[in-house]
């Protein structure tokens, strides 16, 4: 615990953190149950999803009017998401109005209706989220790519499938909920302008008498498959490749970090410079870290046309191997100082800080400072990437493509 981050660890699991902002007027939360899509039964991939939908369809003494109603008197800006390991809940307002938030949040991880009426309803949004993933035709090459790289269940996507989500019945997310959502695992953090013994105890009178569950181990099945091509009648070519990385609780985070930004991060990055600004093959390109709690990879993308698509994925991967020959300084001073600018603009969002102390609990077992981390941007140096870059050089690729063309993919680097 720091001067302005605080931590409680209640006996049923569930863990509050908070930090401090008083020098804003808003508050923000977010609270996670580790209710992800990595649980989703095989025969009904989207549960989770379906689950986070409903929830939100009131509960406790709320029906689905008054939920949305009393979180807009409250000026609450509110959201809901589904990701691996977590379904996430969170909200933005102003400050006098975070305790009555968290109020109603508490009855929606803990006594929600899930009513059987809506359940159609529920149901067409959960397949049009399914729908709007198909469309978008870099998140199909996203999604396949995440499978193959972490297989099942940790490379699942949260949207799941049309035909899973058309079997889904009300016991089924009943037997879900019961299930996955508890407060051993759970997270609630808050950050913002916080009287922090007032919020602790709100807090525990809100989740202190919540009973934990066991949890169930989960089966992995790892994907043997490192190259696919899915056929898509368009004028485009969609490449994504990966490979394998620390995750974000390894020591070496920051190097990969630093080793992925001189890659992707701005306009002056090699990726945009090399491949779309010198070359003119594509319309988009991009590389980022991607992180699970026990393993992590680098994920990138690139958008061109069909007739350019091979050289496209050539001269991408030609760049990824060419990274291991190291990062010069005048890249490394524009990447610290892209870096820093984000944190700083984390320090006036309460949203970001909330969900980033989150992650860090998760990731880390504890909260990072703002200070902290830009000690770690300023200690970065070219010796320090290269080391890292010359015992883990970008091999082992994973490649997807999306078109017309299956592309020929290049010995040297299979």
């Not at 050539?314 to 892209?338: F, M, N, P, S, T």
Request: include cysteine; charge should be negative; glycine fraction near 6%.
């Amino acid at each position: 615990m720091t001067e302005n981050i605080f931590i409680h660890k209640f006996d049923n699991g569930l863990v509050l953190l908070a930090e401090s902002m008083d020098w804003l007027e808003s508050a923000a939360f977010s609270l996670l149950v580790r209710a992800g899509c990595n649980r989703d039964p095989d025969d009904r991939l989207g549960l989770a999803n379906f689950v986070c939908e409903m929830v939100q369809r009131g509960s406790g003494q709320r029906d689905s009017r008054r939920f949305v109603t009393d979180l807009e008197l409250l000026g609450a800006d509110t959201s809901a998401s589904v990701s691996n390991a977590h379904s996430s809940f969170g909200g933005a307002m102003p400050a006098a109005s975070l305790y009555e938030a968290l109020s109603i949040y508490a009855d929606v991880v803990r006594r929600p209706h899930l009513p059987a009426d809506q359940l159609e309803d529920a149901r067409l949004v959960c397949i049009q989220e399914v729908r709007s993933v198909e469309d978008d035709l870099p998140q199909r090459v996203f999604q396949q790519l995440r499978l193959m790289r972490y297989g099942c269940p940790f490379g699942r996507s949260a949207a799941g499938k049309i035909e899973s989500l058309q079997r889904v019945a009300s016991d089924d997310l009943h037997r879900y909920f019961d299930t996955t959502y508890r407060p051993n695992g759970a997270m609630l953090s808050v950050a913002g302008k916080i009287d922090w013994p007032r919020l602790r105890d709100h807090v525990a009178q809100l989740f202190e008498d919540w009973s934990p569950k066991e949890v169930a181990e989960l089966n992995e099945v790892p994907s043997e498959a490192n190259h696919q091509h899915l056929p898509h009648d368009s004028s485009q070519t969609h490449i994504g490749i990966a490979f394998p990385s620390v995750p974000y609780s390894h020591p070496d985070y920051f190097q990969a970090r630093g080793a992925v930004g001189i890659l992707s991060d701005g306009m002056s990055s090699r990726l945009f410079t090399e491949v779309r600004e010198k070359r003119g093959l594509c319309y988009a390109v991009h590389a980022m870290c991607h992180s699970l709690r026990d393993r992590g990879s680098v994920l990138c993308y690139a958008g061109t046309t069909t007739e350019r698509a091979q050289e496209t994925q050539d001269v991408l991967l030609g760049e990824l191997v060419r990274l291991a020959d190291g990062v010069a300084a005048d890249e490394l001073g524009r990447l610290k100082a892209k870096i820093k600018s984000g944190l700083i603009m984390q320090q006036e969002s309460s949203p970001a800080r909330s969900a980033s102390i989150a992650a860090d609990w998760y990731h880390l077992g504890r909260v990072q400072t703002v200070e902290e981390l830009g000690r770690i941007i300023d200690d970065l140096s070219c010796d320090s990437i290269n080391a890292y870059l010359t015992s883990n050089p970008p091999r082992d690729f994973t490649i997807v493509t999306l078109g017309v063309d299956e592309l020929e993919r290049p010995v040297a680097v299979s």
